[in-house]
């Protein structure tokens, strides 16, 4: 790895759940010596890549960031389109939407929205990172991206969220093959207990997945009634995004629903 891309590398551990860091930590975090840390987060602070807090003992974003992110938003404005879809979805099924673009071996959450026919309801986070194997929006663009990645996945010790994590690789590549099969991806309690989640792939112009949207619900909420309605809803809100942003789904993918709907 090149010296830029080392100190951009320092970047990705800043977090919705840590977005300020502290030389220490960062350099705990990289594995690189402390000098090199130093050196390397103050040439992003001269780019403004970063910040010092008030106090100068940790970092944070700098407005290089904020910048660069808006660039790439009005270049691919997926996050602006995917909030009407999301906000759609939501009021339709009567429970949590939520859209998610694939962030190298992970999706980071772009939009949700919550519907107000329920108390309670599955709750989201801004900037939400979501384990592929383990949520139904990851095995649905595990299903429909470079078969690089799958491997990449599968090849690594994956986190156990809950004693409903599907970790091992042959059962995972069973349910990306489901998947696969009918357009829609299914997950009960793999990222947070007691949540039934149903998603469907974002494509791009390459027919890859490269996003997807999904709907959560409390497993007590969702049955052999409503289940179908849920896998058209997702189908529907995922193909419309996909033409709406330029991109084609797979041929055959849209004959995929019947499958889903049994």
Known sequence: MGTVAKALSLLNYFTADRPEIGLS??????????????????????????????????????TAVLRLSSLREAAVP?????????????????????????DGAQLATMN?????????????????????????????????????????????????????????????RGMIQNTRDTGIAEYVSGFESDVHSFAA???????????????AAPVNRVSSENAPVFRRAVFDAAH??????????PVGYDLKLEKALV
């Open 78 to 102: 997926l996050r602006e389109t995917s909030k009407r879809a999301v906000r759609e979805l939501a009021t339709k099924t009567g429970e949590t939407a939520h859209f998610s673009i694939l």
């Open 201 to 215: 792939p974002i494509f791009n112009d390459a027919r890859v997945a490269i996003a997807a949207i999904a709907v």
């Open 240 to 249: 419309a995004l996909t033409h709406a942003t330029g991109g084609f789904p």
């Open 112 to 172: 949700y929205a919550y519907s107000s026919d329920h108390g309670t309801c599955v709750m989201m986070d801004d900037a939400m990172e979501l384990p592929l194997h383990a949520t139904s929006s990851g095995l649905a663009v595990l299903a429909f991206c470079d078969p690089a990645l799958v491997d990449q996945v599968l090849t690594k010790k994956l986190d156990v969220r809950t004693p409903f994590t599907v970790v091992d690789p042959t059962r995972l």
């Open 25 to 62: 930590e960062l350099t705990r975090l990289s594995g690189m010596n402390k000098a090199t840390v130093y050196r390397m987060m103050t040439e992003l602070q001269e780019s403004r890549f970063v910040e010092q807090t008030d106090g100068a003992k940790s970092y944070r974003l700098g």
